[in-house]
């Protein structure tokens, strides 16, 4: 079995090669970035160069390198959906990806607002593009409105900070309601295979917008919320929900429509999503395991540790 992983040297990716190595023996992991060199050149038994997915090239050389594999994992947002758009271009392989809807609503924070709004799930008090905000009125927190972590975002929270901000593309980002400290910071794994389904909660801590530390919460309003949302976008394989809640409100600020970063402590935690979305792709596998909640807590320095 030969699987190629794009975005090679990401978090993400190498985590991803990691569990396969694992999990799948005797399998050949390979990558693709944009550069060779990087922190999984060690991981891989090769890494291709290849342009950047916006780049014209990129369609010809990826079919070239994907040849031989069986099985193709795109990790980086923009080849996401560049494989979305392109599937049909590669019906002979596997491509690890969601659905053209989720990819598409998902992608956007704005849209994810929209739609879950529209659909009457719990959603911050506003998040809209940041060239409909004439003027300031209320704080606010400023993201991409494409794109996930927490790398150049900021709290507006006067005008002389509004006003420095007629320097940007408006149009690429969002102003969205500021969920302060009262509020405990959730993410949230969902798998939903065929008629399998299930779902991880954990509490976690920040640090420029990657996972440090997860903590296992046990908290069945949320899990029949995150089932909900997997039913309701009839999901068939894995997504990343980031939400806040207080004693009075929840409300999911975005959605990675990929597996996220946290999947290597999901997976070392039991809840081993990954796995059972490749295994159902390959053999049509169902799993039959429930995760089960324990008191599990993990730090993530250089690698993941239980305490």
Request: hydrophobic fraction near 35%.
């Amino acid at each position: 079995m030969k699987f190629l992983i794009t975005g090679a040297n990401g978090d993400i990716a190498i985590s991803i090669s990691r569990i396969i190595k694992d999990e799948f023996k005797n399998s050949v992991v390979e990558g693709t970035d944009i550069i060779k060199e990087g922190p999984g050149e060690y991981l891989y038994k090769k890494i291709y160069k290849v342009p950047n997915p916006n780049n014209k090239n990129y369609l010809s050389q990826i079919k070239k390198v994907s040849r031989d594999h069986n099985v193709i994992i795109p990790t980086t947002e923009n080849e996401i959906k560049f494989f979305s758009k392109n599937y049909n271009k590669f019906k002979k392989k596997i491509v690890l990806i969601n659905s053209q809807f989720i990819i598409n609503t998902f992608s956007s924070k704005v849209k994810t607002y929209q739609f879950l709004k529209k659909n009457k799930f719990g959603v911050p008090n506003f998040c809209f593009k940041l060239n409909n905000l004439k003027n300031f009125k209320k704080s606010f927190f400023l993201k991409l409105d494409t794109g996930h972590g927490n790398k150049n975002y900021e709290f507006i929270n006067s005008s002389k900070k509004f006003k420095e901000l007629n320097k940007l593309d408006k149009r690429k980002w969002v102003a969205q309601e500021f969920l302060g400290n009262e509020y405990q910071e959730y993410t949230c794994g969902i798998i939903r295979l065929n008629n399998f389904e299930d779902a991880i909660i954990l509490n976690r801590r920040l640090d420029k917008g990657y996972t440090y530390y997860a903590e296992v919460v046990e908290n069945n309003y949320l899990r029949n919320i995150l089932l909900n949302l997997a039913e309701k976008i009839n999901l068939e394989g894995s997504i990343n929900v980031q939400l806040k809640i207080n004693k009075k409100r929840y409300a999911i600020f975005e959605i990675n429509p990929r597996l996220s970063s946290t999947v290597m402590m999901r997976h070392k935690m039991g809840f081993k999503d990954c796995v059972w979305w490749i295994n159902y792709n390959l053999r049509k596998k169902i799993p039959k395991f429930k995760f089960k909640i324990k008191k599990i807590k993990m730090i993530k320095f250089f690698s993941e540790k239980f305490i």
